[in-house]
């Protein structure tokens, strides 16, 4: 069974950066595509980053793109969400997720979930 537990959130101001950790047990992680997404209070969960299995593709939202970076050390069986230049639009709860291989950009094409971890920012 997969179990995926979020750390690295925290309160930082606006411009600033935090790195996010996704730690990923069970036997499946070296070919299981990891996903991020956040929901902030209110509003739905929404699509963040993407990682693929080995870490040779990735893709971001639009509103990330250029500020957010995923990666992943199999090694540790870990997923990475380094985001910088923070706004307060991204205050959210964050979300790490699994699914077999490849990238989707769909919550619903992801089985396993994280609890979160909150990220505020402020002005």
């Known amino acids: 069974q997969v179990q995926l537990v979020e750390s690295g959130g925290g309160l930082v101001q606006a411009g600033g950066s935090l790195r996010l950790s996704c730690a990923v047990s069970?036997?499946?992680?070296?070919?299981?595509?990891v996903g991020w997404f956040r929901q902030a209070p209110g509003k739905e969960r929404e699509f963040v980053a993407a990682i693929n299995w080995n870490g040779s593709s990735t893709r971001y939202a639009d509103f990330v793109k250029g500020r957010f970076t995923c990666s992943r050390d199999n090694a540790k069986k870990t997923v990475y969400l380094q985001m910088s230049s923070l706004k307060p639009e991204d205050t959210a709860v964050y979300y790490c997720a699994t699914r077999t291989l490849t990238i989707t950009t769909r919550a619903q094409d992801f089985g396993s979930w994280g609890q979160g971890t909150q990220v505020t920012v402020s002005s």
């Open positions: 069970g036997r499946t992680f070296n070919t299981a595509a």
